[in-house]
C-alpha cells in the first residue's frame, strides 16, 4: 500500500511554538500535497510541492520534500489555536492513476 | 462562496435501508471523488469519475454505487447500509487527476 504514514501521530504545543510534521511514503510520486481537516469538517488543501521541488513556502506554512528518503516535512511557525486541526499529507503516485493517497494524518493541538 | 456542496450534512438511517447522498459543484471541474472516512482514520477513496469515466477502486464494496449524471452532481449510492457504513463520507473535486482536490463538508451517516 502507498498510504503515508504520518508522525507523530499527535502533537501539542503551546499557542507561539513551531510545528513539525513528518510523513512518509512507498513509491514514486508525481506531487505531495498536504491537507487540514477541523473536527468533523472536509479538508482543506494547504500546499502542494512536485517531486522536483525540495522547499516550499506559504504564509507561516513551510514545506520540504526528500524523494531520496521519500518523506516531507510540515513546519507551522507561530502557532495559532485557530491551527488545532488534523495534517494529512496526501500523495499522487508516478503511474498516473488519477488518485490521491492520504496518509495517517497528525492531530495538532495548539494551547492557548 | 460554496464551491463543493454536499446534502444533507447529516444522515440517519435504518440498517439495510437504501440511501443516496448528494455533491455538487460550481468549479466546473474534470473529476469527482467519493472518499469514505471513519473516525480518526484517514480519508480510504471509494471510487471517483474523470468526466463520465467511472473508476472503481478493488476494495470498494459492491453495496456503494455511485452515479454522475452531468458535470455539477454526483451521487453516492449504499444499497444496504450496515452498521460498518456509519461514517463521514467527503466528496471532493479536482480540475484534473492528481491536482489540488476541493473538499465539500462531509455527510455524517449514521446507520441505527
Known sequence: ?112 | DAMVIQNPRYQVTQFGKPVTLSCSQTLNHNVMYWYQQKSSQAPKLLFHYYDKDFNNEADTPDNFQSRRPNTSFCFLDIRSPGLGDAAMYLCATSREAGETQYFGPGTRLLVL
Open chain 1, 1 to 112: 500500500s502507498q498510504q503515508g504514514e504520518e508522525d507523530p501521530q499527535a502533537l501539542s504545543i503551546q499557542e507561539g511554538e513551531n510545528a513539525t510534521m513528518n510523513c512518509s511514503y512507498k513509491t514514486s510520486i508525481n506531487n505531495l500535497q498536504w491537507y487540514r481537516q477541523n473536527s468533523g469538517r472536509g479538508l482543506v488543501h494547504l500546499i502542494l510541492i512536485r517531486s522536483n521541488e525540495r522547499e516550499k513556502h506559504s504564509g507561516r506554512l513551510r514545506v520540504t520534500l526528500d524523494t531520496s528518503k521519500k518523506s516531507s516535512s510540515l513546519l507551522i511557525t507561530a502557532s495559532r489555536a485557530a491551527d488545532t486541526a488534523s495534517y494529512f499529507c496526501a500523495t499522487e503516485e508516478d503511474f498516473g492513476n488519477e488518485k490521491l493517497t492520504f496518509g495517517t494524518g497528525t492531530r495538532l493541538t495548539i494551547i492557548p
